[in-house]
T-cell receptor, first 117, second 116 residues
């Protein structure tokens, strides 16, 4: 069973459309994330949720809206898609502990390749 | 300032030899975690190894070891006995505390090519 699964894996869509990427984790983790990897392979966090509560919202356009119906799911909805939104979007999860030096590894999904044309 | 610096955009290594991928980090926190991930051409992010800031011994996982030098703020990845399948992009990442949202911050990555 895949620990962190995202769908769809590939998505080609036109500018101006609205699309969603779904993410589910079966690791029992309480924290989930969305990361964006740009064309230069740079990875940057977009959002994180802990027990369905938004923890991190990096300077992401408000066209991007995450939704966490429960702690095993974190979906990403994107409105009015633009060419610059083309990227690979990674979902990830971890079990949060009090200290970042306590070994709470973040596990990633396989990525969703979004191409806006 | 960059939180994570990987100074080697690309590296070559001969099959069966060892290779070191450099990573330096910047933090004023005492408690943090350091990670290495591998991203093959297929695109997935594979967790390799972790080092906590209070761990006194260097982390090891099979052929991977992390050369942790806290005073120098470096966390280099050492891959022993390189294999062709090790060809990939390698990312160093750091995690600080809750005041930073407990997020992973990544370096720019190093592309490793293993030659036969």
């Amino acid at each position: 069973d895949t620990a962190v699964s995202q769908t769809p894996k590939y998505l080609v869509t036109q500018m101006g459309n609205d699309k969603s990427i779904k993410c589910e984790q079966n690791l029992g983790h309480d924290t989930m994330y969305w990361y964006k990897q740009d064309s230069k392979k740079f990875l940057k966090i977009m959002f994180s949720y802990n027990n369905k509560e938004l923890i991190i919202n990096e300077t992401v356009p408000n066209r991007f809206s995450p939704k966490s119906p429960d702690k095993a799911h974190l979906n990403l909805h994107i409105n009015s898609l633009e060419l610059g939104d083309s990227a690979v979007y990674f979902c990830a999860s971890s079990q949060e502990k009090e200290s970042p030096s306590s070994g709470n590894t973040i596990y990633f999904g396989e990525g969703s390749w979004l191409t806006v044309v | 300032a960059q939180k994570i610096t990987q100074t080697q955009p690309g590296m070559f290594v001969q099959e069966k030899e060892a290779v070191t991928l450099d990573c330096t980090y910047d933090t004023s926190d005492q408690s943090y975690g350091l990670f290495w991930y591998k991203q093959p051409s297929s695109g997935e992010m594979i967790f390799l190894i972790y080092q906590g800031s209070y761990d006194e011994q260097n982390a090891t996982e099979g052929r991977y070891s992390l050369n942790f030098q806290k005073a120098r703020k470096s966390a280099n990845l050492v891959i022993s006995a390189s294999q062709l399948g090790d060809s990939a992009m390698y990312f160093c990442a750091m995690r600080e505390g809750w005041r930073y949202g407990n997020k992973l911050v990544f370096g720019a990555g190093t592309i490793l090519r293993v030659k036969s």
